[in-house]
């Protein structure tokens, strides 16, 4: 059995109905499909999750449905983020931690704050958390870069555990783990880095290709971890065609449309997202079918 936390985590979508509902059938289906893939834990109420147009009460429901549904009792790592440090706390105060090992918190967007800011706010949410915290790095989606310094004094927090990083700077991650304390945790936030990033360092990923194709997946990042990079890097090839096609159309409106492809779930999304193209689709189905996805 791996530590918690290592391996592959989904970052689960939510699947929605037509009408805009959150389609809890949809939502069964797809725990069972991951689970039965492999994954190691899940992640609920990431931004594959569509945590942003999601409100209060539905996060709630979902958060519980899955609970619920855990039919292997895996780890659940709960989305709990933002740019107003006060209001993050707020949720924190307010979450009934019953049943979720960690909150995922994603670096403070828009306002940019410098290195001290971040700092300060990831202390204040981890100070306040009765659970332990995985900060987030995502320039694309932030608007700023944690650089390795600014991980490395957050990782001495003792209830910051690790980080989920998704610069895609493969250096920054060898600096990371070239400092970082032993047990803290070096998570990689882009699927087709994952393995070099267990390369240098990295216990896993928080996975959104994992909602969909999570057996061959999990047998990649499984492989890499276990040392076997030649099996890792030849299983990856399979996979960089289909990547870029996830996110050419937003996220998660890709590897929705791949689920619906499927037959797990349909492919809407809450505006200001839209669902995936019928060419977007054709092209899905195509690339599926040449690298045996």
Known sequence: MRPKFHGVAPALITPMLADGQVDYQGLKRLIQHVTDGGVDYMVVHGTTGESATTDKNEKKAILDFIKENNSKNLPIVYGLGGNNTANVIKSIQETNFQGVDAILSVCPYYNKPDARGIIAHYSAIADASPVPIIMYNIPGRSGINMSAQT????????????????????EQCMEINKDKPEDFLLISGDDVQAVPTI??????????IANAIPEKFCEMIHAAMEGDFLKARTMLGSFL???????????????????????????????PLIKASDELGERMKAVIAKDNL
Do not use: F, M, W
């Open 151 to 170: 991980t490395l004094t957050l990782a001495q927090h003792p209830n910051i555990i690790g980080i989920k990083e998704a610069s895609c700077i493969i």
């Open 199 to 208: 390369a240098c360092g990295g216990v896993g990923i928080i996975s959104v």
């Open 241 to 271: 065609a289909i990547d870029p096609l996830l996110y050419e159309e937003g996220n998660p409106v890709g590897v929705k449309k791949i689920i619906e492809i499927k037959g797990i779930c349909g492919s809407d999304v809450r505006l």
